[in-house]
């Protein structure tokens, strides 16, 4: 499974971003897909997960500020990210076929980062 993120950039405190991540390959594997996110010395965890069946879990970072949604046609995942903070900054992975939220699998995008300043 390769996959493939694009968005991200540099803004302003409040603003809005939008990422997306194509999944491409042996995407028969694929069931669950995510977005992880990883600061300057801090550990990667969670932003959102989306299932198969469109099951969406939250990190706690985003507190309804973002949502994730796929398109299973394009094998595509989302991720829009809406009143963002500066501890928003970081860059943002993709993942796929992991066994769920807490267990991403192997395969990661390249990472996409995003800056918020104030």
């Known amino acids: 499974v390769q996959l493939q993120a694009f968005g991200g950039g540099s803004v302003q405190a409040g603003g809005s971003v939008g990422l997306s991540c194509v999944a491409s390959g042996d995407i028969f594997s694929i069931n669950g897909m995510g977005w992880y996110r990883q600061a300057p010395g801090k550990q990667r965890e969670l932003v959102a997960y989306?299932?198969?069946?469109?099951?969406?879990i939250e990190g706690a970072s985003a507190n309804g500020r973002f949502t994730i949604s796929r398109d299973s046609r394009k094998n595509t995942v989302y991720l829009q990210m809406n009143n963002l903070k500066r501890e928003d900054t970081a860059v943002y992975y993709c993942?796929?076929?992991?066994?769920?939220?807490?267990?991403?699998?192997?395969?990661w995008g390249q990472g996409t980062k995003v800056t918020v300043s104030s």
């Open positions: 989306i299932t198969n069946g469109g099951a969406t």
């Open positions: 993942n796929a076929g992991g066994l769920g939220p807490a267990a991403p699998s192997e395969y």
